[in-house]
């Protein structure tokens, strides 16, 4: 029986490799350093792998002596895959995990009397330039991050320990299986991939070129882990290295005539010339070109550290690798053989965007305020009558019950959460609930409202009508947004339907503080979406027309004048959840913004006779609180 003490073990490479080592030897038992909070992910795999000898080692590559409370009991082959592979990760914690975290599995496995199996990385060559053979380590190469760096020293370590022995293998930049596509993450050339995306959506009959950014070395994951556990069991291999390389290096047009080609994209001709690139894709966040290049590469998800080292500068050579596995049938495949492959699982699992494409509302998970009359109730059985997910928010709990009750009457999904969005203590609790009741939120419509027809002159003495109305229709709606942001930020997918009003266009006399409120929201909702466009959160702006809700029933002056109807007005934010567009107009509140745009003196003049023509309500005359609906106040 072999064993084997794995770190590493859950993550995407060691997911591969630990079956494989289960495979070859049906005795074998495989120890698994795991942190403690990490337990549940290799219990998962586990089950996957339908095996009860991979037992979990608490530990920390990060902690002085990894962590450990004792040491494994007797260990054969110690296999060290675990490391920090995120060259945007922060130097002190590459060196943490990748320098220290090695010296201490040195001395662990020394103290075993192990077998150490290191997982280095060609990133060891660092800029050298030229040949970089198996026998090749220090050649006095420069290294352009800490992650180049920490696995230069990392294996170095490796090598001087003395009493130790060893072997090292150098996979080049590793990509997801070759015959499902899986992977784990975003990084390396699939921050290309969304560039991909959208160069498929270009009519084919414009042909493209590719800059030159240098050849790159990509190799599937299904092939590291096949090649590794072949040679860590060859005999006689010690302080020998191998290089886990593809023999034919690839070029970003390579790349392309592999995966973005097979997906849509337009025919490329060839590549920009080093040269040209060299002046513009390599002067990183350096002068005017410097940043108008980066710019470019973030608008489409790419950072800019990734362009800079694309590309290798040293060919790596794998002849004695590859005579070492003639005959095992294990070889790198071509990569375009296995590049659609790793597009669509990529579109399916990864691409940020994916969450946004459709126009769907089944399945989305909705939190509506003001949800219990009006505008809310009516989109609210629209939108589960499609079969979203509706999560319902108001101040009173049964009418919102009664809702939620016809809801699901009808067959609907609902669930009713009682809320005052002008409490930001309560907005807190509110959405950390609803997130850990239905794990997501896809939408958010802000329908919650107050609304006061009061005149200046009339307001002389009530400013707290003013503080009132912002703070439910401003600051309520922006705590629903500020709660609900960060979830949708790292989720990659959120839209936010605030429901405004015509009257933030047409700005007409006696709305002072309720149209106020609404063009605030209006203007934080604008700046914010130029901040969250990345991270695909989107927002609409709907310009209501007047809608005949409990709202505005008080205002003597609207009991006669035509209003839309609760549900056309449900229809209008459907659209919008579906399109999701930047705004909503009507079209007399476009000519109304249009007006105060281009003639703002005779708009105002027309306004002003409105105003002389009319009065304010009875309640607003007596100086009393115009009543409005509950739900419509608060959600």
Known sequence: MSTYLVTGATGFLGRFIVPLILERDERAVVYA?????????????????????????????????LGLAADPPRVDRVLHLGAIYDMAADAASQERVNVAGTRAVIDLTIRLGAELHHVSSVAVAGDHRGPFTEDDFDLGQGFPSPYHRTKFESERLVREAVGLRWRVYRPAVVVGDSRSGEMDKVDGPYY?????????????????????????NIVPVDFVAQALV????????????????????????????????????????????????????????????????DTVFKQFGIPPRVVDNMGFTATFASDATRARLAG????????????????????????????????????????????????????????????????????????????????????GDAYSYVCDVTDGDAVDATVTSILADHDHVDYLVNNAGRSIRRSVRASGTRFHDFERTMDVNYFGAVRMILALLPHMRARGFGHIVNVSSIGAQARGPRFSAYVAS????????????????????????????????????????????????????????????????????????????????????????????????????????????????SSAIRA
Do not use: C
């Open 33 to 65: 350093l795991v942190r403690p909070a990490s337990v549940g992910k290799l219990d998962a795999w586990r089950s996957r792998w339908g095996s009860d000898r991979v037992v979990p080692v608490l530990g920390d590559l990060a902690e002085p002596d």
């Open 192 to 216: 290309f991939f969304g560039l991909f995306a959208a160069m498929a959506r270009v009519p084919s009959i414009l042909p493209v070129v590719i800059p030159d950014t240098g050849d790159t």
């Open 230 to 293: 072949e040679l860590m069991h060859r005999p006689d291999l010690d302080r020998a290295v191998f290089h886990l390389v593809n023999p034919e290096p690839q070029s970003v047009l390579d790349i392309y005539r592999a995966v973005a080609r097979p997906a849509g994209a337009p025919p490329a001709l060839g590549r920009v010339p080093r040269v040209v690139v060299d002046t513009l894709v390599r002067a990183s966040g350096s002068g005017r070109v410097g940043l108008a290049r």
């Open 328 to 411: 095992t049938g294990i070889e790198v495949p071509p990569l375009r053989r296995y590049g659609p492959a790793l597009f669509s699982y990529w579109r399916e699992n990864l691409d940020p965007a994916r969450l946004s494409h459709g126009d769907r509302l089944a399945g989305r998970h909705m939190v509506i305020t003001g949800a219990s009359s009006g505008i809310g109730r009516q989109t609210a059985i629209a939108a589960a009558a499609r079969g979203a997910r509706v999560i319902l928010l108001a101040r009173t709990g049964a009418e919102l019950d009664a809702v939620v009750e016809e809801i699901r009457g009808a067959g």
């Open 518 to 629: 609404k063009a605030a929201l209006d203007a934080f909702s604008d700046v914010a979406a130029t901040e969250t466009l990345t991270d695909h959160v989107t927002f609409t702006n709907v310009h209501m027309p007047l809608v005949r809700t409990p709202m505005i029933a008080p205002t003597e002056a609207y009991r006669n004048v035509r209003a839309a109807s609760p549900e056309k007005a449900a229809a209008i934010v459907l659209r919008a959840l579906e399109r999701r567009p930047a705004r909503i107009d009507t079209p007399a509140g476009a000519l109304a913004g249009l007006g105060q745009y281009f003639t703002p003196r005779l708009t105002r003049r027309l306004l002003h006779q409105e105003y002389l023509t009319s009065a304010d309500s009875v309640a607003a005359k007596s100086g009393a609180a115009e009543p409005v609906a």
